[in-house]
Each structure stands twice: as structure tokens, then as C-alpha cells.
């Protein structure tokens, strides 16, 4: 079966790190361009990063480079994002994604 499950959210206050999971299922992270996307409060969802399937290139939306990391691991068939400097800005419900394959969120919660 195919399935994404996110895991690692929570409360965390502003300066603080959060490392989120992506369990995937039903296909190789190895083979598959991963996502990571976030919707805030009364906000559209928005792409916080990706990797590519072969080279492993990733991309960060502009508000979240040099705080946050993508990768992936082959072994383990898991997607991961490493936030540091976390702000106020970056609560949100953050989904893990590849293709039109979504899992049903974690809950990050930045505040003092």
C-alpha cells in the first residue's frame, strides 16, 4: 500500500529545533521526487523543500533557507526535515508528499 506518514511535530520555542519524519510506503524514496509542504493559519498550503529522485537536488522556499534541510534515507526508505532557528512564522501543519500522495500531516507549533 502506498502511504506517507509524518511524524516529529510539536511545540517548540522561537530558536528552537524540530526534525520531522516522512515514513514512506508502497515505493522507493530512492526512485521518487519528496516534498515537504506547510499550511499555516488562514494560510495556503505552500512547498517549504523537495528533493530530486536521482541526483538528490534539493530546493528550499525562500523563507526557510539556511534553517531548514531535506534529505533522505535510502536504507530506511525515510524522508526527513531539519529545522533550526525556528520562528513564530513557521507554525503550521506540515505534510510530506511525492507525486499527488500526501500524508496526513504533523502539528508544528512555534511559540514563546
Known amino acids: 500500500q502506498v502511504q506517507l506518514v509524518e511524524s516529529g511535530g510539536g511545540s517548540v520555542q522561537p530558536g528552537g529545533s524540530l526534525r520531522l519524519s516522512c515514513a514512506v510506503s508502497?515505493?522507493?524514496?530512492?526512485?521518487?521526487?519528496m516534498s515537504w509542504y506547510r499550511q499555516g493559519p488562514g494560510k495556503e498550503r505552500e512547498l517549504v523543500a523537495a528533493i530530486t529522485s536521482v541526483s538528490g537536488t534539493t530546493t528550499y522556499a525562500d523563507s526557510v533557507k539556511g534553517r531548514f534541510t531535506i534529505s533522505r534515507d535510502h536504507a530506511k526508505n525515510m524522508v526527513y526535515l531539519e529545522m533550526n532557528s525556528l520562528k513564530p512564522e513557521d507554525t503550521a501543519v506540515y505534510y510530506c508528499r511525492s507525486a499527488n500522495i500526501w500524508g496526513p500531516g504533523t502539528q508544528v507549533t512555534v511559540s514563546s
Open positions: 508502497g515505493f522507493f524514496v530512492s526512485v521518487a521526487e
